[in-house]
Nanobody, 126 residues
Framework: QVQLVESGGGSVQAGGSLRLSCAAS????????MAWFRQVPGKEREFVAA??????TYHDASVYDRFTIFRETKNTIYLQMNSLKPEDTAVYYC?????????????????????WGQGTQVTVSS
């Protein structure tokens, strides 16, 4: 069974930092593109950042100068979040898809991903 395990969420004051991690079992032996999305109650899930199987990255304009997605091992990615704002408050989800070969394709749509984590809450207070 494919598992994506997220950790690192929590509560922080505005201007603070958090680091989210995601370990994807499917990516241990396969090439994966991965991403972070977030969702606020009553709103659509939105794209935050993505990393290709060759470790190219892309960040949404709302976070590009504050958040950084990076891969530490084949199956583990992180989202370093600095200068957090109250509007960053959301449940953050990790997503993964098998790319079969290593390439620089970056996927930003929810429907591009096959596997999802359970989500981790990030709360930023003003």
């Amino acid at each position: 069974q494919v598992q994506l395990v997220e950790s690192g969420g929590g509560s922080v004051q505005a201007g603070g930092s958090l680091r989210l991690s995601c370990a994807a079992s499917i990516c241990t032996f396969r090439n994966c593109a991965m991403a972070w999305f977030r969702q606020v109650p009553g709103k659509e899930r939105e794209f935050v950042a993505a990393i290709s199987s060759s470790d190219s990255t892309y960040h949404d304009a709302s976070v590009y100068d504050r958040f950084t997605i990076f891969r530490e091992t084949k199956n583990t990615i992180y989202l370093q979040m600095n200068s957090l704002k109250p509007e960053d408050t959301a449940v953050y989800y990790c997503a993964a898809r098998n790319t079969y070969y290593i390439n620089n394709h970056i996927f930003t749509m929810e429907g591009d991903y096959e596997y999802w984590g359970q989500g981790t809450q990030v709360t930023v207070s003003s």
